[in-house]
């Protein structure tokens, strides 16, 4: 993973909207693909978040607080992704 990346990966696991929103936009003004990012930053966090879940250190309400940070940071950029 691109280390531009693991600050985005880490906000999204830790389930912080406010950090994933921060850390996509420097990524972006960073000149990193959104391809790139979405793939190896925000999808590779969430594939985290599922293995965390069937390890039993994560449980649902963990997984929806992550997925929301995702989806923030999405909507910020993506007019029209329902919150």
């Known amino acids: 993973m691109d280390e531009g990346l693991r600050p985005l ?4 696991v830790a389930g912080s909207q406010a950090d994933a929103l921060a ?3 420097a990524a972006l ?3 990193l693909e959104p391809t790139r990012i979405l793939n190896e930053g925000m999808i590779a966090a ?3 978040v599922g293995a965390l879940f069937e390890d039993g250190e994560y449980f649902v309400p963990d997984m929806l607080v992550s997925a ?3 989806q ?11 919150l």
């Open 9 to 12: 990966y880490d906000a999204i």
């Open 23 to 25: 850390c996509l936009n």
């Open 29 to 31: 003004d960073a000149g």
């Open 46 to 48: 969430m594939q985290e």
């Open 68 to 70: 929301r940070a995702m």
């Open 72 to 82: 923030a940071a999405l909507a910020e950029h993506y007019v029209g992704l329902p």
